[in-house]
């Protein structure tokens, strides 16, 4: 099954700086890539996502990178605020599938 | 709309009881899922539903049961509770091979249980 590891699992920035955040997945099947926001008490909500067919995708200050070959994808920040701390978790899988397998987790803090 | 809901906010169990958590949606979604969350881990796969009716095990089921006798509503039981299920639950929803153009998974606000 797919396996997904992600890197750092702590971050701190200072705030306008730009803040990676960086996944690994194992199987070369996974085509849909989501990246989740969760604040503090809340449940996570999907920032950005990328499909297999793409290598890079922006949204105002979010950016997401995909390299197929070496099966990593990469979460990019630019101009960071405090209002962007919080834990970011990546997800790969199948976009027709039922479920995806979600990393561990990244804590942002984006210090005033 | 209030998207997805979950009740209770938080309970305490004692090891050995029961409870059924709640969770509702009203996009009519047909895609419904609940996870757990550990402290420091991502989010594992509890069960799944692709519709009214139908279920599925996730990664970690073992320990929980559901079902889905409505488009809104996907109660996890847990039977028989024991300290590692203490943990936070999240239940989802997603309009997956309803046409949508976005596969974006809608979490409601969880459920911190503690076993003890």
């Known amino acids: 099954g797919e396996n997904v590891e992600q890197h750092p699992s702590t971050l701190s920035v200072q705030e306008g700086d730009s803040a990676v955040i960086k996944c690994t997945y194992s199987d070369s099947a996974s085509n849909y890539f989501p990246w989740y926001k969760q604040e503090l008490g809340k449940g996570p909500q999907l920032i950005i996502d990328i499909r297999s067919n793409v290598g890079e995708k922006k949204d105002q200050r979010i950016a997401v990178t995909l390299n197929k070959t070496a099966k990593h994808f990469s979460l990019h920040i630019t101009e960071t605020q405090p209002e962007d701390s919080a834990v970011y978790f990546c997800a790969a899988g199948l976009r027709y599938g039922q479920n995806f397998v979600f990393g561990p987790g990244t804590r942002l803090s984006v210090l005033p | 709309n209030a998207g997805v809901t979950q009740t209770p906010k938080f309970r305490i169990l004692k090891i050995g009881q029961s409870m059924t958590l709640q969770c509702t949606q009203d996009?009519?979604?047909?895609?419904m899922y609940w996870y757990r969350q550990d402290p420091g881990m991502g989010l594992k796969l509890i069960y799944y539903s692709v519709g009214a009716g139908i279920t599925d095990k996730g990664e970690v089921p073992n320990g929980y049961n559901v079902s889905r006798s409505t488009t809104e509503d996907f109660p996890l039981r847990l039977e028989l509770a024991a300290p590692s299920q203490t943990s936070v639950y999240f239940c989802?929803?997603?309009?997956?091979?309803?046409?949508?153009?976005?596969?974006?998974?809608?979490f409601g606000p969880g459920t911190r249980l503690t076993v003890t």
């Open positions: 996009m009519n979604h047909n895609y």
């Open positions: 989802a929803s997603s309009s997956l091979g309803q046409g949508a153009s976005s596969y974006e998974q809608y």
